[in-house]
């Protein structure tokens, strides 16, 4: 077997200009947004609206994936710290953001959005959650490059020494599984939705989309270590607890795509 070992000690500083230090995951952040732009923007000549609905999508997504991912992070991890320190959830050069809190803060700012453009609200998230995992995918390698949110003790030839932690041993490259499985996710719900004449039935594309993403997170859990010393007992993590709703409503959005298909026909 071919030894792909890993020895993985890249700055997390891309560059300075001055006084101002650009940070790669800063950077892929940026790329995930406006990756995400130009697949949904590819996507919508399907639907013929215009280009400012994605310019639209791009900044209440942009805004709910920030706001979220920092105030859950805040909340679903140090509840007690930042009630105690409220100001302290605005530093977020600090570090601290939850994909969990993410989904949440897309969600509400996607029902904004469809309040907005007069869209029904399901129509928006059939069709905007497609590209989630364009976004994933640069964020994870972001995770990457921080050499942060990787895995255990691993025997594979492909693992990852990730020297700046003065780790010794390869650990899983749980950034890049991720990474990959949120490419793949994109493709998939690219393709269904495609395969629908680009009319999926309500409720299909969103379904489809929490159980891939939140049913793999569940998974990739298992091997991955804790971000929390709390956490270290727990049978079951933080992320996988917080996956679990998101599973559900996923099997419940897929169960209500399939009546009104029975309905229709």
Same mark, same amino acid.
């Given at each position: 077997?071919? %030894?792909?070992?890993? #020895?993985?000690? &890249? ?12 940070? !790669?995951?800063?950077?892929? !952040? ?8 130009? +697949?949904?923007?590819? =996507?919508?000549? /399907?639907?013929?609206?215009? +280009?400012?609905? +994605?310019? %639209? ?30 100001? *302290? ?27 907005? $453009? ?18 994933? /995918? ?15 003790? $691993? ?11 003065? *780790? ?10 991720? +990474? ?11 393709? &269904?939705?495609?395969?629908? %004449? ?5 409720? =299909?594309? /969103?379904?489809?989309? =929490? ?18 010393? /709390? ?29 009104? %298909? #029975?309905?229709?026909?």
């Amino acid at each position: 077997m071919i %030894d792909l070992l890993i #020895k993985w000690n &890249v700055d997390p500083e891309a560059f300075s200009i001055g006084p101002i230090t650009l940070r !790669w995951y800063g950077i892929l !952040w940026g790329c995930a947004f406006f990756a995400s732009y130009y +697949a949904f923007k590819e =996507l919508l000549k /399907f639907d013929r609206l215009s +280009a400012n609905y +994605a310019w %639209d999508a791009l900044w209440y997504m942009m805004l709910g994936t920030i706001i979220g991912a920092r105030v859950g992070h805040c909340f679903f991890y140090e509840p007690v710290y930042y009630l105690q320190n409220p100001l *302290e959830i605005l530093a977020t050069w600090r570090g601290g953001l939850s994909s969990h809190g993410g989904a949440c803060g897309i969600l509400v700012a996607l029902y904004l959005l469809s309040r907005k $453009t007069k869209k029904p609200y399901i129509w928006t998230l059939d069709r905007v959650v497609i590209v989630v995992g364009v976004a994933g /995918f640069c964020i994870r390698m972001g995770n990457l490059m921080n050499s942060e949110i990787y895995g255990h003790a $691993t025997t594979l030839p492909w693992g990852f020494i990730f020297e700046r932690n003065r *780790e010794t041993l390869p650990k899983h490259p749980t950034q890049i599984y991720e +990474a990959l499985y949120y490419a793949m996710t994109y493709l998939v719900l690219r393709f &269904v939705y495609r395969k629908c %004449d680009n009319s999926p039935r309500p409720f =299909l594309i /969103f379904g489809l989309f =929490l159980i891939m993403v939140f049913g793999f997170r569940f998974c990739i859990e298992f091997i991955k270590n804790p971000q929390e010393s /709390f956490e270290i007992d727990m049978m079951f993590n933080m992320g996988q607890w917080l996956s679990m709703p998101f599973i559900i409503i996923g099997v419940v959005s897929l169960m209500i795509s399939s009546r009104k %298909d #029975k309905t229709d026909s």
